[in-house]
T-cell receptor, first 113, second 114 residues
Framework: GDSVTQTEGQVALSEEDFLTIHCNYS??????LFWYVQYPGEGPQFLFR?????EKGSSRGFEATYNKETTSFHLQKASVQESDSAVYYC????????????FGHGTILRVHP | DPKIIQKPKYLVAVTGSEKILICEQY?????MYWYRQSAKKPLEFMFSYSYQKLMDNQTASSRFQPQSSKKNHLDLQITALKPDDSATYFCASSQTGAKNERLFFGHGTKLSVL
């Protein structure tokens, strides 16, 4: 079945550090890929999406590029801030005719001042 | 103001009881969903509704029954509760329910079954 693997369970950085969270997927065809972010006490929020090979999604300084060859959609940000501390989820669209998503386990990002 | 309202925020239940989780959305969307987030597991899709019709059901147990009384409501009835049902349940919505739409999530209902 379709699945998403996030390599890092937790990432600890200092402000202005470069961020990479690795996401790899397994699915047939051409699934859309998503990043969501979840702050404490809230539901996940859409960050951005990419739907085809080599497409870059971006928002709020975060970006990821769809790579069908390596089945990856790694999240990056050049300079993180303390306010970026949250849980980040990679997901893929698996519904044949619905907005159903399959999520990764999530990566906890802690940014220290 | 939150556009997707889930009630209650916290819920404690005893094993074997029945509870209803409430979800209302004020985004004018036509599709609604339930997801579950258990400890050490990723967010799991449960149901999707589009225009008040069930589109997809990934919940093996019939103890979980979605109820859509109005277009902007999708409640979740859980019967014969078990400790394994303890989780945070998130309601979500999207514009039409089409494939790959952006989802908007509520803040969740945290259910603890003792």
């Amino acid at each position: 079945g379709d699945s998403v693997t996030q390599t890092e369970g937790q990432v600890a950085l200092s402000e202005e550090d470069f961020l990479t969270i690795h996401c790899n997927y397994s699915a047939s065809g051409y699934p859309a890929l998503f990043w969501y972010v979840q702050y404490p006490g809230e539901g996940p929020q859409f960050l951005f999406r990419a739907s085809r090979d080599k497409e870059k999604g971006s928002s709020r300084g975060f970006e990821a590029t769809y790579n069908k060859e390596t089945t990856s959609f790694h999240l990056q940000k050049a300079s993180v801030q303390e306010s970026d501390s949250a849980v980040y989820y990679c997901a893929l669209g698996t519904g044949a005719n619905t907005g159903k998503l399959t999520f990764g386990h999530g990566t906890i990002l802690r940014v220290h001042p | 103001d939150p556009k997707i309202i889930q009630k209650p925020k916290y819920l404690v239940a005893v094993t074997g009881s029945e509870k209803i989780l409430i979800c209302e959305q004020y985004l004018g969307h036509n599709a609604m969903y339930w997801y579950r987030q258990s400890a050490k597991k990723p967010l799991e899709f449960m149901f999707s509704y589009s225009y008040q019709k069930l589109m997809d059901n990934q919940t093996a147990s019939s103890r979980f029954q979605p109820q859509s009384s109005k277009k902007n409501h999708l409640d979740l009835q859980i019967t014969a509760l078990k400790p394994d049902d303890s989780a945070t349940y998130f309601c979500a919505s999207s514009q039409t329910g089409a494939k790959n739409e952006r989802l908007f999530f509520g803040h969740g209902t945290k259910l603890s079954v003792l």
